[in-house]
């Protein structure tokens, strides 16, 4: 299973992009709204308009706010308050009445209510943008009120238990339709609902959470997404806020792995996220929405093979090789968006390796090359291009992954790293797994095995000693956590201990259980395949009084737990028992 992408489980907030002051953008339901005029602190003044002239003054001078120009584009729309005559007695209605708003109970009786008015708001904009389509100025009145209706639904998050209802009654449909409206803003608005009523925070069961989904996506909402990123204009920063909450609803569809592989279906979508992580932009800078692209391609492929291989079709393994390769030499900056960028584009490649189509498509690429020069040259991509390796030639399909790796030079590389004192137990296990798919894949008497095992025999079996000595500091560390366990064991009752085996099998594998197991399989195959390997681990193991007796224990272990009703599962277990009859002492 692949690790989870750098932000899962860490709902990205938006930082502020709007300005307050853009047309339609200000229309709020409480006293707060940018329509109502406030004094700042410390002034003196009295709010309102300038009094009329004193008996002192000129009862000619022009007094109060200027009038508009003849020319005003909306007719004197945003005159005064920022507001016509009757909509300021709409909101004064509204603001006189907002503690009973906020007492209201909300149950399916108000959401009624609330729908109907929804509705209506639309079906008036929409008649409103037909009748005066030349003249703006007389449905902008329609779509400030469509705007605030809009914003209002966002209560319905506190109310999960109410989404069903509001999926049944065709609201979704609407509220989605409203993605495809000609005022961009109005998209956004309800871009930005969809964004929090879907949102993981929300306390929605799971039947409740479905119903809103289900009817989202049979809305076609996801076509609708894309069509929205593909107009909006991330020069502009409510088109770039825009652009990340509709980025926000994917990542939050994706939270189920049905749901997630339904996304995937939508190609165009999968195709604008791959042309988003590849826009240009200044070096050394990475934007908020480029890294959250690379970051929902990485969280679709992770727990979904069907959405490994999607992705792996459309030659994404070619466009993020590309894109992190200038990361051979220099580190993306500490802290930043470029460096989780780079780091969720070799999170995608490392889950798509997995599958075999994966692998072909890495080969294809070249991009064994490329990670073999980063092991060399490499920084912070040194540690995440040897994972991605470990990925690419594991599992019964790896076995050309292994072949590439030999033919181009690689086994110097990958010995020289794991030769080195200053290699880490997260790198050395990773190099392991490397060796024992190599052990287990490359074909018996190649030249690519032949000198994989040569490795291990020259200068006086070194490599081979290394193995035994991280096998020593595996096994204590192992050691001392069974030991517990096992205090633990003796004080409860067989059905405590049933309760606990999952809890102990994680301390187990946090320990180094997963290491020591891929130790074992690496020197059992070298005691099967050279008689000097043999002699050499043997005369080691017993200088801290072992024998290859403790090396079979742990590979009948894992024949344990092996899953023997699929194929790989079967096909493992027969060459780890194989490999038990060779660890016989003699």
Known sequence: MCKQASGVGNKRKLEPLRDPNEVYKSARLNGNSGRHARVEDGDNVEAGPTPPPGDDDDADSNYGPVMPPDDDE????????????????????????????????????????????????????????????????????????????????????????????????????????????????????????????????????EAQYEALVDALLEADLLSLLVSNLERLDETQETDRGGAYRALGIVENLCGRTVTAERVAEAEALLKWLLRRIQMKEEV???????????????????????????????????????????????DPEKGGEEEEYVENLFEALTCMVDEPEGKAKFIEAEGVELCLIMLKEGKLSKNASLRLLDHAAGGASGVGVCQKIVEAGGLKNVFTLFMKKSTDHRAAEHLIGMFASMLRLLPADSAERIRLLAKFVEKDYEKTAKLVKLRWECAARMGAVDQAIRTEQAQMSTEERQDMADEWFSRRLDAGLFSLQTLDVVLAWLVAEDSGAKYAIQKLLADRDESLGAVRATIQEQIKGIDADSTDGKDTREMLSTLVKFLQEG
């Open 74 to 205: 909306e007719g004197g729309r945003f005159f005064g308050g920022g507001v016509t005559a009757q909509e300021a007695q709409v909101l004064d209605y509204l603001d006189g009445t907002e503690p009973e708003l906020a007492a209201e109970k909300m149950d399916v009786a108000w959401l009624r209510r609330t729908a109907l008015g929804f509705e209506k708001k639309i079906s008036r904009n929409a008649e409103q943008r037909a009748k005066f389509e030349d003249d703006p100025a007389k449905f902008i009145a329609s779509e400030v009120e469509l705007d605030a209706e809009i914003k209002a639904l966002s209560i319905l998050s506190e109310h999960p238990e109410l989404y069903p209802e509001f999926a049944r009654m065709g609201c979704v449909g609407s509220l989605v339709g409203l993605l495809a409206h000609e005022n961009t803003d109005i998209a956004i608005d309800a871009v930005e609902i969809i964004d929090e009523l879907t949102d993981e925070d929300v306390a929605a069961e």
């Open 284 to 330: 050394g800078h990475v934007s908020q929405n480029k890294q959250y692209a690379a970051e929902i391609l990485a969280i679709l492929v992770q727990n979904s093979a069907k959405n490994r291989r999607k992705l792996a079709s459309l030659d994404s393994a070619d466009i993020m090789l590309q894109l992190v390769a200038p990361y051979r030499k220099r």
